[in-house]
């Protein structure tokens, strides 16, 4: 906390800070470490987050605005709680300083890993993610890795649907849904549910669809040994 004691800040906003900071000087050393060792070149980095800002950590304050103008941070399901930096790095295979605009998850590192390492994984229809190397390497330019993207609140108070260019949401909390355009609407503003209520309702389906093949979180699931 020392780099922060001269701040006009809150001692959890200093302690946030500093967090960061040291976290990123470890990201740092390992990265170095790989360049001592003449791995770098030849080294898969992902650099990616679980959710959008926890700011819970200092108070809610608006100090950092971790999030930018995207709407929600942690446990939203607005762009963002779940709209995070996702950065890729492995120099001899792919180019680096490119931007990709599709919508990706997390559960795709596992199948990129695989595919680049050449393991075989037992089940890979079992596999919700998709491997990433052809896209980032440019050979789908055209191509959308994912048809469709899913959420939902371990207890399914809350659940979200991405299709195309438009994002369901419902708020369990409130009781209602939103839609939005996200190639038109980023920051979520306008709702639109009542100008395309035949979107809603394929959204919908898609998610009951979806919902049937998921099961209970093993913490909430009273007959699990976990």
Do not use: C
């Not at 990706?104 to 075989?120: E, H, N, Q, V, Y």
């Amino acid at each position: 906390m020392e780099l922060y004691a001269d701040r006009p800040w809150t001692h959890l906003e200093k302690l946030y800070a500093a967090m960061i900071t040291r976290f990123d000087g470890h990201v740092g050393q390992i990265i170095d470490l790989l360049k001592e060792l003449d791995l770098d070149e030849d080294t898969i980095i992902v650099f990616t987050s679980d959710n959008g800002d926890e700011n819970s950590y200092y108070k809610y304050t608006d100090r950092f605005h971790a999030t930018g103008p995207l709407r929600g941070k942690k446990r939203y399901l607005y762009e963002g709680g779940i709209r995070v930096p996702f950065l890729v790095s492995w120099p001899t295979t792919i180019e680096g300083g490119k931007r990709y605009h599709k919508p990706i998850s997390a559960l795709d590192i596992f199948p990129t890993i695989l595919a680049a390492t050449g393991a075989k994984h037992p089940k890979p229809q079992s596999l919700d993610g998709v491997d990433m190397l052809p896209y980032l390497q440019g050979n789908k330019k055209n191509a959308t890795p994912h048809n469709i993207i899913f959420w939902r609140y371990s207890d399914g108070a809350g659940y979200a649907v991405r299709k195309g260019d438009y994002k369901m949401i419902w708020s369990g909390y409130k009781k209602r849904f939103l839609l939005f355009n996200i190639e038109e609407d980023p920051y979520e503003m306008n709702n639109v549910v009542e100008q395309y209520p035949e979107k809603l309702a394929e959204l919908r389906k898609e998610y009951k669809e979806w919902t049937k093949g998921t099961v209970m979180a093993k913490w909430q699931d009273p007959h699990s040994s976990l």
